[in-house]
């Protein structure tokens, strides 16, 4: 049985779509003993940030979150996932694989980075952590399902092979 990828044309348009909507969204959540202090968004992880902590305490400074790289390449990928969606030629299907595929990275390492940085800076503070937020997982799903649609589609235009049949074998009744 073959997947009949022209049913489900429109998953690359939508989830594309959806992964750029995500940028808007909370990436990451700063908690301080499970209450939110802060929560940046995927853009604002791109352009660099100031996050003020949550209250008026004047002991507390405020923190400059600098320009996330793989930020900015999850976003130009989601850009070019959206352009590619709409476009129509030859080599459209394997492009957005690659693309797809180096969203999933991109996002994969900024979590990693994320994490890293925030056990560097406040390693004396255990009790504050970070948590992904809900633009974190639908890009992270956006770029996943056209992956998986893309390679599936791919898989499909290939035509299989015909086995070769030993005319031995093969009974003439």
Do not use: H
């Amino acid at each position: 049985m073959s997947f009949d990828y022209k049913k489900y044309k429109g998953i690359p348009k939508i989830s594309s779509i959806v992964v750029l909507i995500a940028f808007f969204l909370p990436f990451f959540l700063i908690k301080c003993n499970g209450q939110t202090l802060a929560s940046i968004n995927g853009v604002k992880l791109c352009v660099g940030t100031e996050v003020a902590p949550a209250g008026n305490s004047s002991s507390a400074e405020s923190e400059i979150i600098t320009p996330k790289p793989f930020a900015s390449i999850g976003l130009l990928a989601a850009i070019g996932g959206v352009v590619l969606a709409f476009l129509k030629f030859e080599k459209r299907t394997l492009i957005q694989v690659i693309t797809a595929s180096l969203g999933l990275l991109s996002l994969l390492i900024l979590n990693v980075n994320m994490k890293l940085a925030l056990g560097n800076s406040a390693s004396s503070q255990k009790m504050i952590t970070i948590e992904m937020g809900m633009g974190y997982y639908l890009a992270f799903l956006g770029f996943l399902a056209t992956l998986v649609y893309c390679i599936m589609e791919l898989k499909g235009d290939k035509q299989l092979a015909v086995p070769i049949v030993d005319e031995e074998l093969v009974d003439d009744e």
